[in-house]
């Protein structure tokens, strides 16, 4: 018998090592541990890691930041060490701490593994446990604790009552309108997953007004956020409502006073594009392409005209050959001669690519000449870029 304590005092050894490392001075002796940290869960085994373990390192949340950031990671992993999915649930206290620090890094990885948990409670723990986490971070006195909230909220919202989702939905709004621009930013930036899984009749009561306002955002970082949302969000509605609801918002985007958020609506046109159809695409999307083309900033003309082939083609295909002709070649002609390299540049990297879509008549008349310009470019990777491209005249 006392053969066996001392052997079960030996395998616990190295685990008081590992736990006094973890309150070392030396920030890499604390980092080695937090890394171990399964070795130490192993060891312990589940009702310990439980009791002990995971209690012992929600009271040591106090560290530097690499350290936080591999505990945050860990956690995430920890399911089954903590005695699988009935127990999940006492992995939220050290995660919760960990969403509210300071350090943007940490709480985004301590965020992640939450959400890598969510699914892994049950439909009751889910309401037990996770959403008073997540009611708790969106309610926090420090923006840090809300801005992390807005991340949880709609991967635990399929699976709980009608009632809380209600109060969900309720969290989510007042996160779109608080007071703190990196709270409203952070709420904007998941507002387009949030939307995916909301029921249809408050995607259109609750959240086309929460896009809205995000759109009008004084910050141009929230509104530039909202855009992609919106983007995301267009694709949930049917044309017509879509004509209702968002596309007034979203035009307005394409002129916004700031080249940032006119720089993603170029970025994401295409994905807009695809998801509103040709006939909002004819009526709206072709004089917000060519504004863009025409845009002030040489980041969103840029940004723009690296679309050309792909916007091009996705045109409704009817009246495509029309359009390009007539409104959106123009432009590219100016575009052609433009004083910033990158635009040039961007433009001569799929400039090619409407040849196959205009033809053989229209690419000796209309096309051939803008190639030999800028075969002539004095930029170098202008001239690449076309003789790079060569072969879509084949085509």
Same mark, same amino acid.
């Given at each position: 018998?006392?053969?066996?304590?001392?052997? !079960?005092?030996?395998?616990?050894?190295?685990?008081?090592?590992?736990?006094?490392? &973890?309150?070392?001075?030396?920030?890499?002796?604390?980092?080695?541990?937090?890394?171990?940290?399964?070795?130490?869960?192993?060891?312990?085994?589940?009702?310990?890691?439980?009791?002990?373990?995971?209690?012992?390192?929600?009271?040591?949340?106090?560290?530097?930041?690499?350290?936080?950031?591999?505990?945050?990671?860990?956690?995430?992993?920890?399911?089954?060490?903590?005695?699988?999915?009935?127990?999940?649930?006492?992995? &939220?206290?050290?995660?919760?701490?960990?969403?509210?620090?300071?350090?943007?890094?940490?709480?985004?990885? /301590?965020?992640?593994?939450?959400?890598?948990?969510?699914?892994?409670?049950?439909?009751?723990?889910?309401?037990?446990?996770?959403?008073?986490?997540?009611?708790?971070? /969106?309610?926090?006195?420090?923006?840090? !604790?809300?801005?992390?909230?807005?991340?949880?909220?709609?991967?635990?919202?399929?699976?709980?009552?009608?009632?809380?989702?209600?109060?969900?939905?309720?969290?989510?709004?007042?996160?779109?309108?608080?007071?703190?621009? @990196?709270?409203? $930013?952070?709420?904007?930036?998941?507002?387009?997953?949030?939307?995916?899984?909301?029921?249809?009749?408050?995607?259109?009561?609750?959240?086309?007004?929460?896009?809205?306002?995000?759109?009008?955002?004084?910050?141009?970082?929230?509104?530039?956020?909202?855009?992609?949302?919106?983007?995301?969000?267009?694709?949930?509605? $049917?044309?017509?409502?879509?004509?209702?609801?968002? @596309?007034?918002?979203? $035009?307005?985007?394409?002129?916004?006073?700031?080249?940032?958020?006119?720089?993603?609506?170029?970025?994401?046109?295409?994905?807009?594009?695809?998801?509103?159809?040709?006939?909002?695409?004819?009526?709206?999307?072709?004089?917000?392409?060519?504004?863009?083309?025409?845009?002030?900033?040489?980041?969103?003309?840029?940004?723009? /005209?690296?679309?050309?082939?792909?916007?091009?083609?996705?045109?409704?295909?009817?009246? $495509?050959?029309?359009?390009? @002709?007539?409104?959106?070649?123009?432009?590219?002609?100016?575009?052609?001669?433009?004083?910033?390299?990158?635009?040039? !540049?961007?433009?001569?990297?799929?400039?090619?690519?409407?040849?196959?879509?205009?033809?053989?008549?229209?690419?000796?008349?209309?096309?051939?000449?803008?190639?030999?310009?800028?075969?002539?470019?004095?930029?170098?990777?202008?001239?690449?870029?076309?003789?790079?491209?060569?072969?879509?005249?084949?085509?």
């Amino acid at each position: 018998m006392a053969s066996g304590d001392v052997q !079960s005092d030996e395998s616990l050894y190295p685990i008081a090592v590992l736990i006094d490392e &973890l309150r070392n001075e030396d920030v890499q002796l604390r980092l080695n541990s937090i890394k171990k940290l399964s070795t130490i869960a192993l060891a312990l085994g589940v009702e310990r890691t439980r009791s002990e373990l995971i209690p012992f390192l929600t009271d040591t949340i106090y560290d530097e930041d690499e350290v936080l950031l591999a505990l945050a990671e860990q956690l995430g992993t920890f399911t089954q060490l903590v005695g699988g999915e009935s127990y999940v649930h006492v992995l &939220l206290p050290p995660l919760e701490s960990l969403a509210q620090v300071e350090e943007t890094i940490v709480r985004d990885k /301590a965020v992640e593994s939450l959400r890598t948990l969510a699914p892994q409670h049950s439909t009751t723990d889910l309401e037990t446990y996770f959403v008073p986490t997540v009611k708790r971070l /969106a309610q926090g006195d420090w923006f840090t !604790s809300r801005t992390s909230a807005s991340g949880l909220i709609s991967v635990c919202y399929s699976r709980v009552s009608n009632h809380v989702k209600g109060e969900l939905r309720q969290l989510f709004k007042s996160l779109c309108q608080d007071d703190t621009p @990196m709270v409203r $930013r952070a709420a904007a930036s998941k507002l387009g997953e949030f939307a995916k899984v909301v029921e249809p009749e408050y995607l259109r009561q609750e959240f086309v007004p929460l896009f809205t306002n995000l759109a009008n955002d004084e910050q141009d970082s929230v509104r530039l956020l909202a855009v992609e949302a919106g983007i995301a969000m267009a694709g949930l509605f $049917r044309h017509e409502d879509l004509e209702q609801q968002m @596309m007034q918002t979203l $035009r307005a985007a394409t002129e916004d006073k700031s080249w940032r958020v006119r720089y993603v609506v170029a970025d994401k046109l295409v994905d807009l594009q695809k998801a509103v159809g040709p006939e909002i695409t004819k009526n709206d999307l072709v004089g917000a392409y060519c504004s863009l083309l025409k845009d002030p900033e040489a980041e969103v003309r840029a940004a723009a /005209a690296s679309k050309l082939k792909d916007f091009c083609t996705s045109l409704p295909v009817d009246t $495509r050959e029309q359009i390009i @002709m007539s409104q959106i070649l123009p432009c590219v002609k100016d575009m052609v001669g433009d004083m910033n390299q990158h635009v040039k !540049s961007a433009l001569a990297s799929v400039i090619m690519g409407l040849s196959p879509i205009l033809g053989k008549d229209n690419t000796l008349e209309h096309l051939l000449p803008l190639f030999l310009n800028q075969l002539k470019d004095d930029y170098p990777e202008v001239r690449l870029n076309i003789i790079s491209n060569l072969e879509c005249i084949n085509e």
